[in-house]
């Protein structure tokens, strides 16, 4: 167990979006129903959220929405399989899979979404470049985005950028 993160969580909802271009997207969610959506968007390429990634909100407060980004994790077709083609796998491509999830969870109001918890480090992961281009495909949101790429071995850091979310 890492100290300072809420306790473990099991998601309530979980599923398979068809993005296009062949693309299907994991998705699932935990923490509150009706809690106020957090988006957890995780480094890569290729890793996929974890059950670490959950425990940075407060499941009481949040809704909780994690997902495998395209080519990734749990996520089909996987870019580590030789056949996969990466021509449908861009940054662009990532952030209009965010919107269609954010639509697809019926997230209807982009101020709706008032975190975004990117892990990853700050200089070798495509999380960072993510989360920017979601800001910038979002001006009208109010997003916190909250780097946690270092914070998992460091407790009250955990606790600040939690805190920050709120």
């Known amino acids: 167990m890492v100290a300072g993160l809420f306790p473990e969580i099991e998601p309530f909802e979980v599923g398979h979006l068809d993005v296009g271009e062949g693309n299907s997207v994991y998705w699932e969610i935990c923490g509150s129903p009706d809690g106020k959506p957090a988006l957890v968007v995780h480094g890569g390429p290729g890793s996929g959220c974890t059950p670490t990634h959950r425990r940075f909100f407060d ?5 909780i929405v ?3 980004q395209r080519g990734s994790g749990r996520s089909t077709p996987h870019a580590g399989d030789i056949d996969t083609s990466l021509e ?20 209807h109001q982009l101020h709706d979404i008032p975190a975004v918890l990117i892990h990853g480090q700050l200089d070798h992961s495509t999380a960072i470049t ?10 009208d949101s109010e997003l916190v985005v909250v780097d946690a790429g270092h914070l998992a071995n460091e407790p009250a850091m955990v606790e600040a950028a939690v805190d920050a979310t709120n």
Request: cysteine-free; glycine content about 2%.
């Open 88 to 107: 449908h796998n861009t940054t662009a491509h990532l952030v209009r899979d965010m919107e269609a999830l954010r639509s697809h969870l019926g997230i």
């Open 130 to 139: 993510t989360a920017r281009e979601l800001a910038d495909a979002w001006p």
């Open 59 to 63: 499941p009481s407060s949040y809704r």
């Open 66 to 68: 994690l997902f495998d």
